[in-house]
């Protein structure tokens, strides 16, 4: 059976800290969650590559990197109250929920949200919350949040989501087409301006909104 233990240290060390991340609280986050209880028992032991992972539904679990990297733009705190939107395995949802002090995540595909919830409730994560429904209507009930996470790449922003940014919130989404998407920052300031910076190429699987007229994400 794989050192689980050992090869998070070595991710942590060669993908996360060796990369430039340099925030504790991540670092420590990435050592704590064990990703290989986010994946499929047949694909563990690939658990700690330097790579996304399939999942259920056609979708993924991100590259370590790119969680760490996506958290660290967000600049996310104690006493932080995040949404994530696409919560997938539910790994980075556990991972923000060792470092805010609440998170809500959102994930469309019900089968993923349940399994996610599973895991979540197993790990003893008590401040994670995964709900199922539509992520691009956000979850205007816990609003404001002062971090969003949206693990999806689409054209735009949806305007749902920065509504729900509390004053100097930061929401962070792949920005983009296929092949050509980056992460974009946006910051809302007090002054009701926003703040809008251009980081890393990634690549991310698209952003998808349900039919109109879907109530938002329930319990």
Known sequence: MPDYPHLRELMVARQIARRGIRNPAILDAMRAVPREEFIAEAARQWAYEDCPLPIE??????????????????????????????????????????IADRVFAIERHESLACRARERIIALGYANVDIRTGDGTKGLA???????????????DIPVAL??????????????????????????????????????????????????????????
């Open 57 to 98: 539904e056609g979708q993924t679990i991100s590259q370590p990197y790119i969680v760490a990297a996506m958290i660290d733009a967000a600049a996310i705190g104690p006493g932080d109250r995040v949404l994530e939107v696409g919560a997938g395995s539910g790994y980075a949802a556990a991972i923000l929920g060792q």
């Open 141 to 155: 009930r816990e609003a404001p949040f002062d971090a969003i996470l949206v693990a999806a790449a689409g054209p």
């Open 162 to 219: 920065k509504s729900q940014l509390a004053p100097d919130g930061r929401l962070v989404m792949p920005v983009g087409i296929p092949g050509n998407q980056r992460l974009c920052k946006l910051t809302r300031q007090s002054s009701g301006e926003w703040d809008v910076k251009m980081l890393e190429a990634v690549n991310f699987v698209p952003l998808t909104a349900d039919a109109e007229g879907e109530e938002e994400p329930g319990d």
